[in-house]
Each structure stands twice: as C-alpha cells, then as structure tokens.
C-alpha cells in the first residue's frame, strides 16, 4: 500500500482564494483524519470521518473550514475565504476501527504545506 | 483524555543512550502508551506502544512502571538520523468518540 496520499505537497495562496486540500486513506482503513500543524499551536484534531460521516468536527476553527468525505478511498478539507493565518502543514490519517485509541493503526500522510499570503 | 507531560527538549550525542521520559498521571485502567516519532516535513509515524511493564521492537524499548503513571521511552544508541519530535500519547483501547491528541512532544537533536 502506498500510504495515506496528501495533494498537494505545497500550496501558495492569497488571501480570500479558496484552497481545496486532498486526502486517500489506506485501502480498508474505516477512519479518517485531518490535523493541522503550527509552531504556535502544534498538531490539532480538526475533524474527523468514520466510514465517511462525519463524527466530530468541533476543532474546526471557523465556518470557512469545511470537509467532506465523498467515498472511502477520498476526502477534501476546503478553507474558503482563506487567510493568513490559515497558513500551516495540514496532515490526514487513517486508521482501522480495532485499532483505534492505541495510536497503532495512525498512518499520517506527508502534509500540505499551505502558504495564504 | 489523560493529559501527557513531556520535555520540550533533549540534546544527546551519536552512539549514546537516550531516555525520554513522559508523565500521564491521570491514565485510565484500558489506556495504552504510545510513542510517535516526527521529523520535519512529514507526518508523525508510530514507533510503539505498550500497557505496563517493557517492550522492545527493533526501534526502541518502552519502559512502564507498575502504576503506569509514567513512561520511558529509550533509544539503545543514538543515531544522528533520530534528530526528531517524539510525541507521548495515551489512549483507551476502545474508545468510540475520543480521538489521540497529540502535546508539544519533545524535540531531540542528536549531535555527533
């Protein structure tokens, strides 16, 4: 398997453009998250899907934030308007239901690095 | 969630044994331990996890107390390509809604 599959690697955008970040979970894996880095802030939970519904999306930071999980294999984070400080490395993972809570079955994908300028 | 304390920071040298050592008094009877290791530009990556007493894999060793309220997680001999965050987490084995929160983690430079 080739791994939670984030596009894409880098992203520059100004202010007020809407940005669309893409996540492939590992095939199978039945739970679905997307984090968010800053230096200030270190990795937060924003979201996260099981069996691609939504279950908890209370670290969301503001309605600009949205995501989606079509099917089980895709999911997207939008930001739109997007600002400033937006600007972070967004991660997804994914993992299996059993082994969820012990941390083994996070698999983290390598990030987007969005720049809003 | 039990709330987990790490240092923020270590220094070591190549070949020498390093020792990081997380707090998590609040841990509940079915939490486990787990250890991420994060270099920059990519995502965390887990590396072991354990309940009580010692477990090894070819990475590192976990070492917890009988009261669990701690854990240490070593390195037999620094290399200069663990230069890493490492982050301590705890969670239940079956936990339908809460999600692993990651802490500062403690952020290791291994010097030759």
């Known amino acids: 398997d080739a791994g939670v599959i984030q596009s894409p690697r880098h992203e520059v955008t100004e202010m007020g453009q809407e940005v669309t970040l893409r996540c492939k979970p590992i095939s199978g894996h039945d739970y679905l998250f997307w984090y968010r880095q800053t230096m200030m802030r270190g990795l937060e939970l924003l979201i996260y899907?099981?069996?691609?519904?939504?279950?908890?999306d209370s670290g969301m930071p503001e309605d600009r934030f949205s995501a989606k999980m079509p099917n089980a294999s895709f999911s997207t984070l939008k930001i739109q308007p997007s600002e400033p400080r937006d600007s972070a490395v967004y991660f997804c993972a994914s993992s299996l239901t059993e082994d969820r809570g012990r941390g083994y079955g996070y698999t983290f994908g390598s990030g987007t690095r969005l720049t809003v300028v | 969630l039990a709330k987990t304390t790490q240092p923020i920071s270590m220094d070591s040298y190549e070949g020498q044994e390093v020792n990081i050592t997380c707090s998590h008094n609040n841990i509940a009877t079915n939490d486990y331990i787990t250890w991420y290791q994060q270099f920059p530009s990519q995502g965390p990556r887990f590396i072991i996890q354990g309940y009580k007493t010692k477990v090894t894999n070819e990475v590192a060793s976990l070492f917890i107390p009988a009261d669990r309220k701690s854990s240490t997680l070593s390195l037999p001999r620094a290399s200069l390509s663990d230069t890493a965050v490492y982050y301590c987490?705890?969670?239940?084995?079956?936990?339908?809604?809460?999600?692993?929160?990651f802490g500062g983690g403690t952020r290791l430079m291994v010097k030759p």
């Open positions: 987490l705890v969670g239940p084995s079956n936990n339908a809604g809460n999600m692993l929160t």
């Open positions: 899907f099981n069996n691609n519904v939504p279950i908890d």
